[in-house]
């Protein structure tokens, strides 16, 4: 008995520290950035005109979840497979990857709209954000590999994700 317990000990204590050393070996830091109230604003009234049913999420980004899911949330450290279609809100798509396996990703890679919400989602769910600049480009301006620009600097957009897997 004595043993069994010993080595129910040295495991539990062998599985906590690999924990804690992923934690440890994580480069990114949860942001905290928020939107100005001018932006909320904006997205507030995008999504009464448009009649969208959409929760405010403390950052400042709105959002949709269609499903839930029901496997691991993303942390800022976890690398994410997901598929997901990013359009200027209102209008054009400007990228999208909606195969079957999906992309991977570092969520701490990603732009803040993304790394402050879909923590709140678990493998399987779909969710539609709505982000401000100042959590998705800002004042930079994204151009293609042709140098079109694909979103203007200051842009509001649209992503609507599939999390389909959480590492």
């Known amino acids: ?50 009649s969208i049913i959409a929760t405010q999420h403390e950052s400042g980004v709105f959002y949709t979840v269609t499903k839930t899911g029901t496997g691991s949330y993303p942390t800022i450290c976890s690398n994410i497979t997901v598929k997901y279609v990013g359009s200027i809100l209102g209008g054009n798509v400007f990228d999208s990857n909606t195969s079957v396996t999906g992309v991977k990703f570092d969520l701490g890679n990603l732009i803040v709209g993304w790394q402050r919400v879909l923590p709140i989602l678990r493998t399987g769910g779909n969710i539609t954000l709505y982000i401000p600049p100042s959590l998705g480009y800002g004042s930079s301006v994204i151009k293609d590999s042709n140098g079109n620009v694909i979103i203007p600097a200051g842009s509001y957009l649209k992503f609507d994700i599939e999390l389909l897997d959480v590492q």
């Open 1 to 50: 008995m004595k043993t069994i317990f010993i080595f129910l000990f040295f495991t539990s204590a062998v599985f906590s520290s690999c924990k804690k050393n992923e934690t440890l070996n994580c480069a990114y830091t949860a942001p905290s950035n928020v939107a100005s109230s001018s932006e909320i604003s904006y997205l507030q009234n995008y999504i009464t005109t448009n």
